[in-house]
């Protein structure tokens, strides 16, 4: 939990919406990324956060029930 309560306050904002259990680390590599890549845009980096996991679900969809 330390770790959680360490995190950007834009970032924990994102994670309490968020439908995959991120853990810490992968949240904050992931974030920090995402601030790169976007010019330190949070709002960019939280919707880049949100297409990655729509990503990811959208894969395990496919993996677990065949559906498309």
Do not use: F, H
């Not at 309560?5 to 924990?12: S, T």
């Not at 994670?15 to 810490?24: C, G, I, T």
């Not at 990324?33 to 990503?55: R, W």
């Amino acid at each position: 939990m330390a770790a959680y309560d360490r995190l950007p306050v834009d970032l924990r904002e994102w994670l309490r919406q968020a439908a995959l259990p991120w853990s810490s680390r992968s949240a904050l590599r992931v974030w920090r990324s995402a601030l790169k890549k976007n010019g330190n845009d949070q709002a960019a980096a939280q919707a880049y956060l949100s297409q990655l996991e729509l990503t990811t679900l959208k894969r395990d969809l496919r993996k677990i029930w065949g559906v498309e």
